[in-house]
């Protein structure tokens, strides 16, 4: 999806990146992945953004800092471009569960690397190391 042509391109790849705090190479990624529409091109050849560019990867970055998928950016993108609350709630509440799936998971291995560091001493031979040996165990 192009940039609409009435809009004021300001920004060299370059300057983006700094705008952004982004590297250029991301930028030519998302544009190939779609998540940014590739710029037109100025007369120099050089491709030249609009401002809301910036704004653009901004919301990129922050959607992958909550964890968000590219593929997931992507339909949030497009549905920010004309869709349903419903349709983005929906894929914030699959996150969710996602993430508190991952949150079990990951308080279980707490408290199991908790109860082997307990019952180890962290003196004598390896041999008979109860982390080793819970490490081992086929259960």
């Not at 809301?52 to 964890?67: N, P, T």
């Not at 869709?83 to 569960?97: F, N, S, T, V, Y």
């Amino acid at each position: 999806m192009p940039y609409p042509p009435d809009v004021d391109m300001a920004y060299s790849i370059g300057q983006l990146a700094r705008a952004a705090d982004t590297g250029v190479e991301t930028i030519r990624y998302y544009e190939r992945r779609g998540l940014m529409p590739e710029p037109p091109r100025a007369a120099s050849g050089y491709r030249r953004y609009p401002d809301d560019a910036a704004q653009r990867l901004h919301f990129i970055r922050r959607a992958k800092r909550l964890g968000f998928t590219l593929d997931e950016i992507s339909a949030l993108l497009q549905l920010q471009a004309g869709g349903q609350r419903a349709d983005i709630k929906a894929i914030a509440e699959a996150k969710l569960e996602e993430i508190e799936t991952r949150l079990d998971d990951l308080q279980r291995m707490r408290a199991t690397l908790q109860d082997m560091t307990q019952r180890c001493s962290g003196h004598g031979p390896v041999e008979g190391c109860p982390i080793i040996e819970t490490l081992n165990d086929n259960d």
